[in-house]
C-alpha cells in the first residue's frame, strides 16, 4: 500500500515525467560527439519554447519543489530584482532544489539565458 502511495506522490510523478522527457530526444544521430562545446551562442536548432517544455515546463509550471511559476510575476518579481546575471549563474549552477542547467545539459549559456528570458517575459 505505501508502493501506491509513493508512486501517487505528485514529485514522483514530475520527476518521472522529467525524466521521459530528458530522455526522448535530447541526443540524436546528429549530436557532434567529439566533446566539443559552443559556449558563444545558441545550440544549433534552438528552439526556447521546445527547450522550455523539454526541461523547464515540469517544475516552472507547477511550482515543484519552490520554482517560481511561469505566470506568477509575484513569484519572479524578487529574483528579477536580483538582475539576469544572477539568475543566469543560479541557472548555471542550480539553486536550492534546482539542479545545474535544469537538466538541460545541451544548453549553452544563451540557451538558458534565453530561457529565462522567456520565462520572465511570460511572467509580467
Given amino acids: ?15 518521472a515525467i522529467a525524466t521521459l522527457i530528458i530522455m ?16 558563444a551562442q545558441n545550440s544549433d536548432g534552438f528552439e526556447v519554447e521546445r527547450v ?5 515546463w515540469a517544475c516552472h509550471n507547477s511550482g515543484a519543489a519552490g ?12 529574483r528579477i530584482e536580483k538582475g539576469m546575471d544572477t539568475l543566469l549563474e543560479n541557472a548555471i549552477n542550480g539553486i536550492n532544489a534546482m539542479p545545474a542547467k535544469g537538466l538541460c545539459f545541451t544548453c ?9 528570458q522567456y520565462m520572465v517575459d511570460s511572467s509580467q
Fill in 1 to 15: 500500500m505505501k508502493l501506491i502511495n509513493i508512486l501517487k506522490s505528485r514529485l514522483v510523478q514530475l520527476s
Fill in 108 to 116: 549553452t549559456d544563451d540557451d538558458l539565458k534565453d530561457l529565462i
Fill in 24 to 39: 526522448s530526444g535530447t541526443t540524436s544521430a546528429d549530436t557532434p560527439t567529439s566533446g566539443v562545446m559552443q559556449l
Fill in 52 to 56: 522550455y517544455m523539454q526541461s523547464c
Fill in 67 to 78: 520554482a517560481p511559476k511561469v505566470g506568477v510575476a509575484a513569484d519572479w518579481a524578487p
